[in-house]
């Protein structure tokens, strides 16, 4: 299983700022995943970022609110732009294995908080 | 309708129980389910992934998978306080994964 990291862990943001997450792999991978985990909700996916081509967002998400790049096949950065309380969420990054059967493997996941 | 359903919780079992986690789904695509587990403030780890109906046994883990019920579940054997935890049921088709809003189990000893 590949390893994951995100910066940051937690932050705590005023509204109308906007926060950049940052997913690193520690292998290369084709896919990669953000998603966001609201209290009491299933964790929801947000978009699907390939290496060298446009971010696919999920109904409900639009890439002026949560731009993605995915300069490389081991980094990809998720952006909460104009940030509101109803942003305040867990966002993780995840990936997929690359073995046959692999499924997808999370990242710790970035806590915000937005006042 | 949600695709797939899962009963929050939370549950609370002594040290040493027999636990029964559960998710129905209603979409027949779904190919492919797994369980994970995430513990508090970190994120969720794979436990057990299933792709045919029957059952799939790991240490004190067992998943089963019901197609024609469009049910699947996780048990776990002489659970310890170290299980605690939120387990979250996903479902897979299309490369697509669709999570149950999780299950928070306390196990206590």
């Known amino acids: 299983s590949a390893v994951i990291s995100q910066k940051p862990s937690r932050d705590i943001c005023q509204r109308g700022t906007s926060l950049t997450i940052q997913c690193q792999v520690d292998s290369q991978v084709t896919m990669m995943f953000w998603y966001r985990q609201q209290p009491g909700q299933s964790l929801t996916l947000i978009a699907t970022a390939n290496q060298g081509s446009e971010a696919t967002y999920e109904s409900g998400f639009v890439i002026d609110k949560f731009p993605i790049s995915r300069p490389n096949l081991t980094f990809s950065t998720l952006t909460v732009s104009n940030m509101s309380p109803e942003d305040s969420s867990i966002y993780l990054c995840?990936?997929?294995?690359?073995?046959?059967?692999?499924?997808?493997?999370f990242g710790p996941g970035t806590r915000l908080t937005v006042l | 309708q949600k695709e797939v359903e899962q009963d929050p919780g939370p549950l609370s079992v002594p040290e040493g129980a027999i636990v029964s986690l559960n998710c129905t789904y209603s979409?027949?695509?779904?190919?492919?389910f797994m369980w994970y587990r995430q513990y508090s403030r970190k994120g969720p780890e794979l436990l057990m992934y299933t792709y045919s109906s029957g059952n799939k046994e790991d240490g004190r883990f067992t998943a089963q998978v019901d197609k024609s019920s469009k049910y699947i579940s996780l048990f776990i054997r002489d659970s310890q306080p170290s299980d605690s935890a939120t387990y979250l049921c996903a479902m897979e088709r299309t490369d697509k994964l669709i999570f149950g809003t999780g299950t928070r189990l306390q196990v206590f000893p």
């Open positions: 979409n027949s695509a779904f190919q492919y």
């Open positions: 995840s990936v997929t294995g690359t073995a046959l059967t692999d499924t997808q493997y």
